[in-house]
């Protein structure tokens, strides 16, 4: 079978590789089959790996959802009664933690702070001292709506010196970034399969310490369908998802973490690295700026300025790249206008390459001056 290759620049779901894409085409299955249930126990075990997470302290749950399940049910299930989250948030991933909050009225602190910036170490410990009942510190490891990575390991210092379980949204950095659950402090993390495994969507997992999921059995149940304990409880007693799982994903999936384990962390780390490189020189090159200091920048995600040209229109240029092949993204900062483009999924240096050869056409075909132009 002959499947067009598409070089995804957004932010997840990323481009796989024709075998993962493959994989999902297989036999009719019913998934309370033995069978089914043995690849999931596999695969469950082989997720702890990639976070570096020791199987005798840790777990791995699976659900059928998108990547933000995982934020929905780590909030309503990890949260004791009478107890208070504290939201590390410099970005729109963890201001959907903090909407989440809301939805469910569970009692939180959301301690924002510029979306250009890491957060400031010194306001957390400031906020965790002021609320003792803090029991839950949540922030985002890569803020994949700018691109700036977060000291997680700092912040999960600071939430267990208080006492507190550390949750992070690690969807957009998981098998991309090197990350060690217990040297980066980290309780829970979490992902979907279609970003850093490069598999399809329809399949995320939160990765945790076992004993504070069997802790939160007698926390309030604020979700059927979405709690944390229930889920682990019904895969302990039975080795299957409590209810439908996205059967074909999960081949992907195990195809996916094939290949990642064939590759390994460092290497494919490198290739991440590359692409984003890449990625830099490239806009260099067209005079395009990007938005966030390379210091503090998670190397999965470029944000650039829009120049200030009177021809220049996203849309336009989007529509181009798209029908060449190239998927760019909007950014996700609401004062500044930007776009991203991502260093995700199967994609080499050459892929980005070819890209700019498309987007200095755009650019010339819409007579947008290059190098780009900026006001001040
Ligand atoms: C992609 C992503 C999510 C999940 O988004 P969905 O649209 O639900 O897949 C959550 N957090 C971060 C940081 C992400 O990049």
């Known amino acids: 079978m002959n499947i067009k290759r598409n070089v995804l620049l ?33 695969l469950r075990a082989d997720l702890l790996k990639v976070a570096h997470a020791p199987a005798d302290k840790y777990t791995a749950v699976l659900f059928c959802g998108s990547g933000t399940i995982n934020i929905d049910i780590c909030l309503n299930s990890l949260l004791p009664e009478g107890k208070k989250v504290l939201i ?75 006492g507190a379980v550390f949750v992070v949204d690690t969807t957009s950095s998981l098998g991309m970034i090197p990350f060690d659950i217990e040297q980066d402090n980290v309780d829970f993390c979490m992902a979907s399969a279609q970003k850093g495994l490069m598999a399809m969507t329809g399949l995320s997992f939160i990765i945790g310490n076992e004993a504070e999921i069997r802790k939160s059995k007698d926390y309030p149940k604020r979700s059927y369908y979405c709690n944390l304990f229930l889920q682990y409880d019904f895969f302990e007693r039975t080795g299957e998802m409590h209810f439908t799982p996205p059967v074909q994903t999960i081949y992907a999936t195990r195809q996916a973490l094939n290949e990642y384990f064939e590759v390994g962390e460092t290497a494919k780390f490198a290739r991440h690295r590359r692409v984003i490189e890449a990625i830099h020189q490239g ?3 067209m005079g395009l700026r990007e938005v966030i200091r390379r210091d503090i920048q998670s190397g999965l995600v470029a944000s650039v300025l829009y120049p ?69």
Not at 20 to 27: E, F, G, R, S, T
Not at 127 to 152: K, S
Not at 331 to 353: H, M, P, Q, V, Y
Request: with cysteine; aromatic share 10%; proline share 6%.
């Open 88 to 162: 590390v948030n410099n970005g729109a991933y963890s201001s959907r933690a903090v909407e989440i909050c809301q939805y469910y009225g569970l009692p939180h602190i959301d301690l924002k702070s510029s979306v250009f910036e890491q957060p400031d170490l010194s306001a957390v410990k400031q906020a965790l001292d002021q609320n003792p009942d803090v029991a839950l510190v949540y922030t985002t490891h890569h803020e994949t709506g700018t691109g700036v990575l977060n000291p997680i390991r700092e912040i999960g210092a600071m939430a267990h010196e208080h």
């Open 10 to 42: 957004n932010p997840g779901p990323a481009t796989t590789t024709d075998s993962v894409k493959m994989a999902q085409v297989v036999p009719d299955i019913c998934p309370r089959e033995k069978e089914f249930a043995g690849m999931m126990k596999d």
């Open 283 to 285: 806009l260099a090159d």
């Open 308 to 376: 200030d040209d009177p021809n220049w229109n996203f849309e336009r240029v989007h529509d181009y790249c798209y029908e060449h092949g190239f998927t760019i993204y909007p950014g996700k900062i609401s004062t500044t206008n930007t776009f991203r483009l991502c260093a995700l999924g199967t994609i080499d240096a050459d892929d980005i390459e070819a890209f700019f050869l498309v987007l200095r056409d755009a650019f010339r075909k819409y007579g947008i001056q290059c190098p780009a132009v900026y006001h001040n």
